[in-house]
């Protein structure tokens, strides 16, 4: 089992800025790739962003590349979300999630991060 905790969620005006975390602690030997989702009231949960934790391969969602970036710090079992140009748009819980070797999909979860982009 991966232990997954978000931070740095918050406030921000259109056109802001933010940068998410997640640290991963547990069973971390076991992570094959690092996620972020978001859920707006109302909607389902979708992806954002993926990040390889060996080679770093990335993959964005359509909505969001070109203003998001994920990276990871393999020394410190953290995950990034740099978010840039922020529209109201990406206002949701973001979580965090972490998808093991020997499983098919992400199955840990962290209890989310509120972000809210408001004039």
């Known amino acids: 089992q991966v232990q997954l905790v978000e931070s740095g969620g918050g406030l921000v005006q259109p056109g802001g800025s933010l940068r998410l975390s997640c640290a991963a602690s547990?069973?971390?030997?076991?992570?094959?790739?690092m996620g972020w989702f978001r859920q707006a009231p109302g909607k389902e949960r979708e992806f954002v962003a993926s990040?390889?934790?060996?080679?770093?391969?990335?993959e964005y969602a359509g909505s969001v590349k070109d203003r998001f970036s994920i990276s990871r710090d393999n020394a410190k079992n953290t995950v990034y979300l740099q978010m840039d140009t922020l529209k109201p748009e990406d206002t949701a819980v973001y979580y965090c999630?972490?998808?093991?070797?020997?499983?098919?999909?992400?199955?840990?979860w962290g209890q989310g991060t509120q972000v809210t982009v408001s004039s």
């Open positions: 999630a972490a998808w093991v070797v020997g499983k098919v999909g992400y199955d840990n």
């Open positions: 547990g069973r971390t030997f076991s992570m094959n790739k």
């Open positions: 990040i390889t934790w060996s080679r770093g391969y990335t």
